[in-house]
């Protein structure tokens, strides 16, 4: 069974970094291009930042220069690294594939959720 986790949220103070990490198990096949999308309380998920195959990255403007994405082929894994965060960053973040890829999550999980205090 294929799947997506991610994981490294938590509680940190405006300002300060965090690293998210998108992890692929299930398959030896490579995941191909991964989104990062968050949803806060009330509001509709959105995507933050992506990264395809090759390397080519696009973000967001709300996060363009804040937010950095990456990926390591080698053990099938797309990092978020959030930088200069702000509360209105607050919510819970996802990764996914497009939704043709084999990696797709339909159900899209519990996410990891990121809290920023002013």
């Known amino acids: 069974q294929v799947q997506l986790v991610e994981s490294g949220g938590g509680l940190v103070q405006a300002g300060g970094s965090l690293r998210l990490s998108c992890v692929a198990s299930?398959?030896?096949?490579?995941?191909?291009?991964i989104g990062w999308y968050r949803q806060a309380p009330g509001k509709r998920r959105q995507l933050v930042a992506g990264?395809?195959?090759?390397?080519?990255?696009n973000y967001a403007p709300s996060v363009k220069g804040r937010f950095f994405v990456s990926r390591d082929n080698a053990n099938n894994t797309v990092y978020l690294q959030m930088n200069s965060l702000k509360p209105e960053d607050t919510a819970v973040y996802y990764c996914?594939?497009?939704?043709?890829?084999?990696?797709?999550?339909?159900?899209w999980g519990q996410g990891t959720q990121v809290t920023v205090s002013s």
């Open positions: 996914n594939a497009p939704s043709g890829s084999r990696w797709y999550k339909a159900s």
């Open positions: 299930g398959s030896t096949d490579s995941i191909g291009a």
């Open positions: 990264i395809m195959t090759l390397g080519t990255e």
